[in-house]
């Protein structure tokens, strides 16, 4: 009797135990066909996720501060457990997330080099200016570009000059502040200006955020998939994991792009957003199948051979070195203009997504993704940046309210 008293909890801890293994991480369906699981009210969030709700609405206030439309999503241990929106911003809105495409253009470089094995033999390792991969390059204008690598276009150290009036870091130092690039006699076609970009440095010799060099990349993509990195992202992604209406920036104001701009434009819903970044917290897996290898992501979570001048690994700002002082060392995000970010933290089960931007992001011409905004009330059609601190010293920078809402987030896990 003593035996068979003790055989029934163990029979019962087996058999949990077995359930537990079947039931294996959560991966939400799609929102049309219920989402992301949610919890009913504080104290279920709390208990269940350890994240103190006042706090995140604290994050919240302080995210309206930053950018004219936007909201804040957080998932923890795969619930849902804020999403709030200002202005414009909604789940079903489509703005163009700037340079957080960069982030997709190189997880698609991910997905292509594991497909395409044979034709990158060198992985990231593979030079690109060649008759191979870019003959529209040829003939190089600078010999220097013979040696860059797609690791180095991925890490923005490929030595192509930065946008705008960008510096060039050296050892985490600025070195070259870049003037105005002269005009070019005739105007080069969108490929042709990402092909053309001077180099300021020798390929691994430097930093420097250049939106071509992704571009580059994405030519790269083009070339070997024969087709658009939206479209390739499409099959390898968005249709697997249940995304809902999307699309990538097709239009510079009122002049239609070639192709997609592997600098940025992505466009999806917010909670697609979180699906993404939820993807990489699963190393690549989603519902027992590795949509994107489990060590390039690995590659994107940490300082990268191929950028040792600042702490960015393929396209993804990385926090090895404590520089984003209240958030763990394992998180990575990528930012884009008008204070749009995704954060993966790994260490707390945790993604952030960081709505963001402004007009022109939501105007639907930019991505010829149809758009009602008749929930919007037009208050924050004058808005204009708040001070940041009780000195008002001037609005919330980009970077600044991107990285204080991470942190600010991150001190919400109370335990």
Known sequence: MQLRRQSRPVGLLLALASLAVAAGPYFPPPDSQGGWRTLKDRDSVLKTTGIDLGRLDQAFEYAQRSSQHGGLLVVRHGYLVYEKYYGKGSRM?????ASVGKAYVSIASGIMLAEFKDKFPEGLDTKVFNE?????????????KAEIRLGHLLGMGAGLRGDGVNAGFVNGEPSVKFESAPRPAAPLSQDMAALRIPMWTKPGGGYSYASGSPHVASIVLRHVTGKEVRDYLDDKLAKPMGWGTWGWQNHQGATPLDHNPGGGGVAVHS??????????VQKGQWNGKQLVPA???????KP???????????????????H??????????????GGFGIYVIPSLDMVIY?????????????TGIPQSYSYYDGKRDNWKPSPHTQFNDGPIGVDDGVRRVLEMVVASVVR
């Open 271 to 280: 909670t697609d957003a979180l699906r993404f970044g939820y993807l990489l």
């Open 324 to 337: 984003v002082a209240g958030a763990p060392r394992d998180a990575y995000f990528k930012s884009g203009a």
């Open 354 to 366: 960081k709505m963001a931007g402004g007009d022109p992001q939501y105007d639907p011409a930019a």
């Open 132 to 144: 191979r991969y870019l003959p529209e390059a040829l003939p190089l204008d600078d010999p220097a």
């Open 304 to 322: 990268s051979q191929y950028q040792p001048h600042a702490p960015y690994s393929l396209m993804f700002e990385v926090n090895q070195d404590g």
């Open 295 to 301: 060590d390039y992501i690995d590659l994107c979570s």
């Open 93 to 97: 809105a489509n703005p163009t997330m």
